[in-house]
């Protein structure tokens, strides 16, 4: 049988690991830099606690596994015969792949509520799972690195998050837009378009609109049953670029106004120090995640066709679904993935980045071989990536792994080299050759 991958999910080799890892550990030093605090969750999850919490569209999503050993004999029989999976499946499946880092960090909190310190703030980088249909820039595996502050109301903890945003994509130097708006302000809107009911739907749709256009927006409002008078006011709202107009708009909602005096804390705080890139108001930015409900943010690469590469806000009451009530919490996420895939389009990640070792070691017998690995603990105490060529093989073979590993430095012992207790260093780019003490070898290398 030909082996094969599930799909909507990638195999990546040394190279392309250690630029993911340039990615990961510069999001993580931003992280530490800001003062949160690391935390993993398992892979698997109850099911019990994602389910409800993605809107419909997130929970069929959601990757389910079958209880363990014979699962159909505590099956919902009646379910069984008819063919209704949705019925059937709470007597299958008790555990699922998470879905994001969020509500499993919602559920970790109300866990160790008593020996967190409050306002928490946390960070995680881990492999996440949704079973979305495979495209350019969306993946079923995936790596999200969120940062969320819980236990605070402070609208100063979304101004430090954009900050974050904006520090590490300057330090990996991806241009982008970093777009704002409140789910209250949406709010808002759904009550003076006379659907405060629809609000989900609203949200759903709008959400949409960056793949559908504003007329495939129209049609989805339209399919869920919303008015066209409340369609004509939610176009009207969406076409908005700047908080007094809106302001004005949404005048007679007290949940509108409320957002829009969010958002203006929020700048106040902000444009204290600027950014490097820009921060943008979009009152189309909705977010589908239900759990959202106050200030919400996108982040989009310029130059570039992809989805978004970050996003996130705050929610309000998301532990309270575990029975921790009143404990509001706000954070952002980083797609790694889609991070990746623009760095790699852009050709921008830093040359030191494809470096795997500093220096081979390639000897001519077994006695020089002897000597060389007796070389490698200095070399490596010295901070020096060194290798030796696991035997004595013939020149030509060493030296072709040499040239597929990318090595910079190649160090030659044979017999002669030996006695005189020195090395033939190359530079494998400019091809010189020269002889040299280990101390030389030390410092040529490290330079």
Same mark, same amino acid.
């Given at each position: ?72 004999? /505590?099956? &919902? =029989?009646? #379910?069984? $015969?008819?063919?209704?999976?949705? %019925? +059937? ?7 699922? !792949? ?99 009911? /629809?609000? &989900? =739907?609203? #949200?759903? $749709?709008?959400?949409?609109?960056? %793949? +559908? ?7 989805? !409002? ?226």
């Amino acid at each position: 049988m030909k082996p094969s991958i599930p799909k909507g999910t990638r195999d990546f080799g040394p190279v392309e690991v250690r630029k993911r890892n340039y990615i990961f550990d510069t999001i993580r030093k931003v992280f530490i830099q800001f003062g949160f605090e690391p935390i993993e969750t398992p892979v698997l999850e109850n099911l019990s606690t994602l389910t409800g919490k993605y809107g419909d569209e997130g929970d069929q999503l959601l990757f389910k596994i079958l209880n363990n050993g014979d699962f159909l004999s /505590k099956a &919902n =029989d009646e #379910a069984l $015969a008819a063919k209704d999976s949705k %019925k +059937i499946l709470s007597s299958i499946s008790k555990r699922g !792949l998470r879905y994001d880092l969020t509500v499993p960090f919602a559920r970790f909190v109300v866990m160790h509520q008593n020996d967190l310190n409050f306002p928490f703030r946390r960070y995680q980088i881990q492999p996440v799972w949704r079973g979305d249909r495979p495209a350019k820039g969306r993946y079923q595996e995936f790596y999200q690195c969120d940062v969320d502050i819980v236990g605070s109301t402070s609208l100063m903890n979304e101004v430090e998050l954009v900050q974050i945003y904006d520090q590490v994509f300057k330090q990996l130097n991806i241009p982008v837009e970093i777009k704002v708006n409140n789910r209250k302000i949406l709010a808002g809107l759904s009550e003076v378009a006379g659907i405060a009911d /629809k609000f &989900n =739907d609203m #949200a759903v $749709a709008i959400d949409k609109l960056d %793949k +559908i256009g504003i007329e495939g927006v129209t049609k989805e !409002l339209t399919n869920r049953e919303i008015a066209s008078g409340a369609i004509d006011t939610i176009l009207k709202v969406l076409e908005t670029k700047d908080l007094s107009t809106l302001s004005e708009i949404l005048k007679d909602s007290e949940v509108g106004q409320k957002g829009i005096e969010e958002l203006r804390f929020f700048h106040k705080y902000l444009d204290l120090q600027g950014t490097h890139n820009e921060v943008k108001f979009d009152c189309t930015l909705a977010r589908g995640l239900s759990y959202y409900t106050g200030c919400i943010f996108e982040v989009k690469a310029i130059g570039v066709q992809m989805g978004s590469i970050g996003g996130g806000g705050r929610y309000d009451d998301l532990t309270g679904v575990f029975g921790l009530k009143n404990v509001s919490g706000v954070g952002v996420s980083f797609g790694a993935d889609r991070i990746y895939d623009v760095m790699l389009e852009l050709d921008i990640f830093p040359d030191h980045v494809n470096d795997s070792a500093d220096l081979l070691l390639v000897a001519l017998d077994e006695e020089s071989h002897l000597h060389s690995f007796s070389a490698l603990n200095e070399l490596r105490k010295s901070g020096i990536k060194a290798m030796l060529y696991p035997e004595p093989a013939k020149l030509k073979k060493q030296m072709k792994y040499a040239n597929g590993i990318k090595v910079p430095f190649v160090a030659l012992v044979g017999s002669q080299e030996r006695d005189e207790n020195v090395f033939n260093l190359k530079n494998m780019e400019s091809g010189e050759e020269q002889k040299v003490t280990l101390t030389e070898l030390i410092n040529i290398t490290k330079a």
